[in-house]
């Protein structure tokens, strides 16, 4: 399974990054493949390729404001929460995320 993403709030800095972080961590885990890009105060940073972003099977949106670029996935699945869930339960972000190709 691939997952591609992108995180951001609304500082642009620390939360951003620890989503980032914690999602990685969790898809690791799992057992999944992940990139996630981040659009924090440095602007966007880790971006997702044309073909990263084919290749994937859900997108997950960790986003507090509104992010750039967002067309970008258009008819691919996307799952859409805030940067705090998943901070702290992004095994459960990507489990939801993951329903969504399910359904």
Request: net charge negative; proline share 1%.
């Amino acid at each position: 399974m691939k997952i591609i993403g992108i995180t951001a709030c609304t500082a642009g800095i620390a939360h951003t990054y620890m989503a980032q972080s914690a999602l990685e961590k969790a898809a690791k885990k799992l057992g999944y493949q992940i990139k996630i890009e981040t659009q924090g105060a440095m602007g966007a940073e880790n971006e997702l390729t044309k073909a990263e972003i084919e290749a994937a099977d859900v997108v997950i949106l960790g986003v507090d404001v509104s992010i750039e670029g967002e067309e970008r996935f258009e008819g691919k699945t996307i799952y859409e929460t805030s940067v705090s869930s998943c901070v702290t339960e992004p095994e459960k972000v990507i489990q939801k995320a993951l329903e969504k190709i399910k359904k």
